[in-house]
């Protein structure tokens, strides 16, 4: 099973499109960060949730 770590990202109102896509692509190409969730609120704001693998390595004898 694969273990996960989390990263929430929040947009204000007045945030175009373009510049949040911005944002969400430097993090996946630096950072490996893959998109989880969106959720857009009434007010229009908007929260991201990334995630990213973390990479166990195991201890070998």
Same mark, same amino acid.
Do not use: C, K, N
């Given at each position: +099973?694969?273990? !996960? &770590? ?6 204000? @109102? $007045?945030t175009s499109r373009g510049a949040a896509r911005q944002?969400? #692509? &430097?993090?996946?190409? !630096? $950072? ?6 969106? @959720?857009? !609120? #009434?007010?229009? #704001?908007?929260?991201?949730?990334? @995630? ?8 070998? +004898?």
């Open positions: +099973m694969f273990e !996960y &770590e989390y990263r929430e990202l929040r947009f204000p @109102r $007045g944002a969400l #692509s &430097e993090h996946a190409e !630096y $950072g490996r960060w893959e998109l989880a969730r969106v @959720r857009l !609120y #009434s007010d229009g #704001s908007r929260r991201v949730t990334l @995630r990213r693998r973390i990479i166990r390595q195991i201890r070998t +004898m």
